[in-house]
């Protein structure tokens, strides 16, 4: 049991010559698929015609939302939106059977999250509340009919579209037992940004909301809380919704499929910090300014240097698609001009402005040598360390040495005291989601410049700690690295992967 989120993240930290014995239960190894038995899903359009759209010009929309008219959400875009942020993109022979790769990264590639759509009805596809099956890329009947957002504690009309994205925890916690939360939060946050993406690339206006009702989202989506939940939801316009129908019947049983294995009992601490997550945002100011952190305060801010006008042209969708963990650097700096363009995908903001959450996770880079605190939205950075401490972190990331080899690392921060005193332990979930969503931008910036990207989230957290100069109660959440593919040599190939 744990009694506070900070506690929980200390908790599960970990240090060196304090991993062993960690095995993987082979027996048990938890199903990456949700599916309801004998309901049929209705097949979803593989080939709908995508908008043309940069990852820049979609962060430039969410940026702006609130000016441009929205577009209504339609079934092919939908069907677009699903499958670029978790759709099945690349399989390849594994212990005997198939591993199937997705659109999402994920920790250890064991892809806790689902996603729920409550469709308001128009385009074709009939009010109700759906679960998209990734395996087939279809949508499932749940319950028809619709409800009203004030019902789940979430602002906004009847009329739109809401994507709920939960979490089955035994999926992670099968192997990064108690610490799968951070994991669970960080997943959930790169399918989050990808279902952002597709509907800024869509012109639909979308927000993003992590403040509802867990107990009452959980119960409509029909999950049994003590094994999946609800862990953020996006709203996005759609004009021509049905008139309000009361939700119908959810499928008899519907609770068993959150089952992930057969023995899937989850660590206590992981159970207690869920629970204590759930509780509502509290009310106040949010988040400080970067400047005004503990780490930021007193450094010497100064404004990034303008970037060049020539946003690149990959197209978003085809990054989506291509997106993979790239772990083989070449050693090379970053081409000109790169640096600034993959930090300035960090700078469009997470929520609209004011938002209480916007800083609940601080950004920092390590690169020219020296480590950086940025404020992403401002496009301003402080130094907080000189040198060079790209090799140190790849010792600290549980020596994955192939990271000393990145051009670039971002790290992802939270000075977890001071978040839950001000948002309450729901920061903390806030914090992770926020790092994910601004991982996965990494990940697709790196795909559509030629470049690589991989999320890393093993660390021993106190050598982190020590390495960046974090104050007491600043802890690291995750990292990103960034570099220049190794092209020299035959090209590695796994037989049978496509
Ligand atoms: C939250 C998170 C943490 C991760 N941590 C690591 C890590 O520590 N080391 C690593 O090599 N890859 C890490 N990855 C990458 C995953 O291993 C990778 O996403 C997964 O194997 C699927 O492969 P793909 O990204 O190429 O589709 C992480 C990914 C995520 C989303």
Not at 351 to 367: D, I, M, R, Y
Request: glycine share 12%.
């Amino acid at each position: 049991m744990v009694s506070s989120a900070t506690e929980y993240h200390n908790a599960v930290s970990y240090g060196r010559g304090r991993l062993s014995g960690l095995g993987l239960d082979w027996d048990n190894e938890p199903s990456t698929f949700k599916t309801y038995g004998d309901l049929p899903p209705l097949p979803l359009n593989r080939d709908a015609g995508l908008p043309q759209a940069t990852l820049w010009s979609a962060l430039g929309r969410s940026r702006a939302s609130r000016t441009h008219a929205s577009r209504t959400l339609d079934l092919d875009a939908l069907s677009a939106v699903l499958f670029h942020a978790a759709g099945l993109t690349r399989s390849c022979p594994h212990r005997g059977g198939m591993m199937f790769y997705r659109a999402c990264p994920s920790a250890g590639a064991l892809y806790p999250c689902e996603i729920y759509v409550q469709w308001p009805g128009g385009a074709g596809l009939g009010q109700g509340l759906y679960h998209y099956g990734v395996a087939g890329h279809g949508l499932t009947l749940l319950r028809p009919g619709n409800t009203t957002p004030a019902s789940l504690g979430l602002p906004g009309e009847a009329g739109e579209a809401l994507f709920f994205v939960s979490s089955i925890f035994f999926r992670s916690a099968w192997k990064y037992r108690a610490r799968a939360y951070r994991y669970l939060n960080l997943d959930t946050g790169h399918v989050v940004e990808g279902l952002a993406l597709g509907l800024a690339a869509h012109e639909v206006d979308a927000s993003v909301e992590l403040d509802f009702d867990d107990r009452a989202v959980n119960g409509f989506l029909g999950v049994d809380p003590a094994r999946e939940g609800c862990l953020a939801v996006l709203r996005a316009a759609c004009r021509d919704a049905d008139g309000l129908a009361e939700p119908g019947p959810l499928p008899a049983g519907a609770a068993a499929w959150s089952r992930a294995g057969g023995a899937d009992t989850l660590p206590a601490q992981l159970a207690s910090v869920h629970g204590l997550c759930m509780e509502r945002f509290r009310q106040g100011e949010g988040m400080p300014r970067p400047e005004a952190s503990h780490l930021g305060q007193g450094l010497n801010w100064q404004d990034l240097p303008p970037l060049p006008d020539t946003a690149p042209a990959t197209d978003l969708f085809r990054a989506m698609a291509l997106r993979r963990s790239r772990r083989a650097y070449s050693h090379d700096r970053l081409p000109d001009g790169a640096l600034g363009q993959v930090i300035e995908v960090l700078g469009a903001p997470l929520h609209p402005s004011g938002h209480p959450c916007e800083n609940a996770c601080l950004a920092g880079f390590l690169a020219l040598p020296g480590f950086f605190l940025l404020n992403r939205t401002a496009l301003r950075a402080a130094e907080v360390r000189d040198g060079n401490m790209g090799p140190a972190m790849a010792g600290i990331c549980l020596d994955q040495h192939w990271m000393r080899d990145a051009a670039l690392q971002v790290v992802f921060l939270a000075d977890l005291p001071a978040l839950e005193e001000t948002l309450g332990p729901r920061g903390y979930r806030a914090a992770l989601i926020g790092a994910g969503r601004l991982g996965h931008r990494l990940y697709l910036a790196a795909e559509s410049l030629g470049l690589g990207a991989c999320g890393v989230g093993a660390f021993y957290d106190g050598e982190a700690a020590d390495v960046l100069g974090l104050p007491p109660g600043v802890g690291m959440l995750y990292a990103v690295t960034v570099g220049v593919p190794r092209r020299a040599g035959p090209k590695k190939t796994l037989a049978g992967c496509r």
